[in-house]
């Protein structure tokens, strides 16, 4: 069964530092998202991204964040200078239309 | 701004039994609902889901309603199983917008005894 994939499945990285976190989304599938679960919180949408723009992205998206379609596969999520407060599990999702399939998450844990 | 309420942070039923799981929302806008299941360290799972259109969904021991009205919907599982114990997540979308964004409430911690 296709599913989403997501590497690595924890990363740990200084203050301060860059960090990627990418996502092999469906093959089939159009539209692309990331959210996030800071430990103990709901699951919060971060940015979707579909025909290789964003479409649409929250308050928590700002300057610091990015999103890439570099190739045909791969998706992935930039944070430029990690702050504590990004510590989360990070989930890629894809959909064909209104049914968003997960990957397993990446925990970010930010020291 | 909670537009997607789970008031019940957890549940725990007999095996064998039914499990209610239950949400609420305040966006008139979402009229496309889903229900995840999540086990820790892993990412939410699609379950089932439910359009604006319909009043009941059913999938296997897994039946979503929905009452428009009440802004409300609810997830049943019978006969719950021990594992069917996970988190539950409900999520609503504005399918008439054009990125599928979900809305996800707190969670429900379902736990089954056997």
């Known amino acids: 069964e296709p599913e989403v994939t997501q590497t690595p499945s924890h990363q740990v990285t200084q203050m301060g530092q860059e960090v990627i976190l990418r996502c092999v989304p469906i093959s089939n599938h159009l539209y692309f998202y990331w959210y996030r679960q800071i430990l103990g919180q709901k699951v919060e949408f971060l940015v979707s991204f579909y025909n290789n723009e964003i479409s649409e992205k929250s308050e928590i998206f700002d300057d610091q964040f990015s999103v890439e379609r570099p190739d045909g596969s791969n998706f992935t999520l930039k944070i430029r200078s990690t702050k504590l407060e990004d510590s989360a599990m990070y989930f890629c999702?894809?959909?064909?239309?209104?049914?968003?399939?997960f990957g397993q998450g990446t925990r970010l844990t930010v020291v | 701004d909670q537009q997607v309420k789970q008031n019940s942070p957890s549940l725990s039923v007999q095996e064998g039994r039914i499990s209610i799981l239950n949400c609420d929302y305040t966006?008139?806008?979402?009229?496309?609902f889903l229900w995840y299941k999540k086990y820790p360290a892993e990412g939410p799972t699609f379950l089932i889901s439910i359009s604006s259109i319909k009043d009941k969904n059913e999938d296997g021991r897994f039946t979503v309603f929905l009452n428009k009205s009440a802004k409300h919907l609810s997830l049943h599982i019978v006969p719950s199983q021990p594992g069917d114990s996970a988190v539950y997540f409900c999520a609503a979308s504005p399918r008439s917008s054009s990125n599928y964004k979900l809305t996800f409430g707190k969670g429900t911690l379902l736990t089954v005894n056997p």
């Open positions: 966006n008139s806008m979402f009229d496309y």
């Open positions: 999702a894809s959909s064909v239309a209104d049914t968003a399939f």
